[in-house]
């Protein structure tokens, strides 16, 4: 079971969070007068960012900025374009994050219409004795 912090120690964990990203994060401010579920989102966060040292800090961020675009989480955005400037992240490779993510969310919109397309067509081609293949329908006059 997780032990509750004193208000000092919430305090501490949020300073060394604003030392690592230059500030705090919203969603990190709110959490501060629930000291229980603060602690437990820290402690996930650590997990994933500093128990594995595969990626470094700057692909780290990148990585941030894609996913927080591909979500529309304009906060999120914000804050990770804002830490990868103080880290020296260049202007180009932020942008390149931001439209990779594009175009996975865009491929991924496709994706779902296409099959919604393709599903219709086949419930169409079944019910008029059309092919479910090559969802070509038969028309009978």
Known sequence: ????????????????????YGEVPYILTRMRNNPKLLLSKILYDAAVLDGFNHIDAKTVELISIAVASALKCRACIDLHVRAAKRMGISDEAIMTSMLIAASLSNAAVLSEATRSLADATDDEASQSGGCPECRIPVFEE
Do not use: G
Request: net charge negative; with cysteine.
């Open 1 to 20: 079971m997780m032990q509750q912090c004193s208000e000092d120690e919430v305090e501490e964990m949020l300073e060394q969070i604003k030392q690592r």
